[in-house]
């Protein structure tokens, strides 16, 4: 009998497999084998917790959707430290209740961990059918049009990759 070892989640194996590259910085023979063990192992004891397989049909999506993402933090930390800072403006806080168009679980949790991500924003509940995500945001003043924001930025994106998955 032949042993071929079992990559569960291929994505996600590469991945582990890079990112333990980049934070030893060494491409040693022990790094790289240790890289490829870790990288076959971990997704293989985790595979109960991946109900859904991950598929993703628009790649250069995602990562012009990374690039956006990060930019929004970068541009966002200004804003929430300017807005903390100043005394001449009266923040207003308010709660957004984002209807969701997304249904692949993957996506609603990168959606909602980038709302989290993204400075003076918190997603805070999911209802239970999946279908709204109560957001905090630090200031405000036009509900209807940060949601549209929210949902132009971040939804969309996430749906183009994961949706056509289910499809």
Not at 46 to 62: A, D, E, G, N, Y
Not at 63 to 73: N, R
Request: hydrophobic residues 50%.
């Amino acid at each position: 009998m032949k042993f071929v070892p079992r990559f569960p989640q291929p994505l996600l194996s590469l991945t582990l497999f890079l990112i333990w590259l980049l934070l030893n910085n060494d491409f040693s023979p022990g790094q790289l084998l240790l890289g490829l063990f870790l990288a076959w192992a971990i997704p293989l004891f985790t595979q109960v917790f991946w109900p859904h397989p991950i598929c993703l049909r628009k790649p250069f999506t995602l990562i012009k959707f990374l690039f956006i993402v990060l930019g929004d933090i970068v541009v966002a930390n200004f804003v929430v430290a300017h807005r903390i800072l100043s005394s001449t403006k009266k923040l207003q806080p308010t709660f957004l209740a984002i209807p969701l168009d997304l249904q692949h679980p993957i996506a609603i949790s990168i959606f909602a961990n980038t709302i989290s991500l993204t400075p003076g924003t918190v997603s805070c509940h999911l209802s239970d059918d999946r279908k709204i995500l109560l957001v905090h945001a630090l200031d405000s003043a036009k509900p209807q049009h940060d949601i549209a924001q929210i949902k132009q930025r971040y939804e969309h994106p996430l749906k183009e990759v994961f949706e056509s998955c289910c499809n």
